[in-house]
């Protein structure tokens, strides 16, 4: 097959929605992307059966993204599934990576295969990609990020607020390592609502492995520490240590000055 090019600073798109009437069709790709620009995947079912080489971000806005077992973006840096959206990973049973310069995220789902050895990330793990959300990850396969955890700090991105970032396994197994899941291991970012509490960051029908040995640190004038409830990861977050006695310092200095205001009058 001939190899199809992407452009420089550009964003190609391919749907499998019909122009004419607007209905969903299966497209196969049997010709790998190549070249720069960046390609977004917006309806339907698109299927890559070669190792595509492009170099710039994968967007899946829509519909079905489906990698047979030949199918890849190894050089992608960014891979995105936004809401509603799905990337097919079930032919991948010989097992699947994502790569230590690749960040996956969105709030789209992720459908696993159900025998191999599962699907596992190396490198940024963003859920929500920006905007608070839940990037799902169905099916009973696995999803280990064993490899990002080992691989460097900061790996995992979640958003805290009112509404906050998570990954769910809810069909499969999620593996974190034996004792290697530490809080430097993530990277949170601080959203509107963002306050004391329990967060859940990580939901699984199974979890396989144990945290590791620091599993506290500040975020912001908070103290976050992790814990590993049933199989979920979750993050209690309380107020540094001496907040809340500065605090009530402060506001009896407040009243202090008042009552001297008042006694002076």
Do not use: C
């Not at 159900?114 to 099916?139: D, K, M, Q, W």
């Not at 197994?173 to 809080?183: D, P, V």
């Amino acid at each position: 097959p001939f190899n199809i090019t992407l452009a420089p600073s550009t964003t190609s798109t391919i749907t499998g929605v019909g122009w004419k009437t607007s209905s969903l069709h299966t497209v196969t790709m049997d010709s790998p992307l190549i070249g720069s620009g960046n390609i977004q995947f917006s309806g339907g079912t698109v299927s890559l059966t070669a190792a595509s080489t492009y170099t710039g971000s994968t967007s899946v806005s829509g519909g079905t993204l489906s990698l047979a077992s030949g199918g890849s973006f190894a050089n992608s840096p960014s891979i995105s599934v936004a809401a509603g959206a799905t990337l097919d990973l079930t032919s991948k049973t010989s097992g699947f990576t994502f790569g230590s310069g690749q960040t996956l995220g969105g709030s789209g789902s992720v459908a696993l295969p159900t025998s191999g050895t599962g699907v596992s990330l190396a490198g940024f793990l963003a859920p929500g990609g920006g905007l608070a959300g839940t990037l799902a990850f169905t099916n009973a396969g696995t999803f280990s990020i064993e490899s990002a955890i080992t691989a460097g700090t900061n790996r995992l991105q979640f958003g805290l607020g009112t509404v906050s970032d998570q990954v769910t396994v809810a069909d499969g197994t999620l593996a974190i390592g034996t004792g290697q899941l530490e809080f430097n291991d993530f990277d949170f970012t601080q959203l509107t609502g963002f306050d004391q509490g329990t967060y859940t960051l990580f939901s699984a029908l199974s979890l396989s492995g144990t945290l590791g040995a620091s599993t506290s640190g500040s975020i912001g004038s908070f103290t976050g520490t992790l814990s590993q409830v049933g199989n979920t990861v979750q993050l209690v977050v309380v107020p540094e240590p001496g907040t809340l006695p500065l605090a009530g310092l402060g506001f009896a200095a407040a009243a202090w000055a008042f009552r001297r205001r008042a006694a002076v009058r």
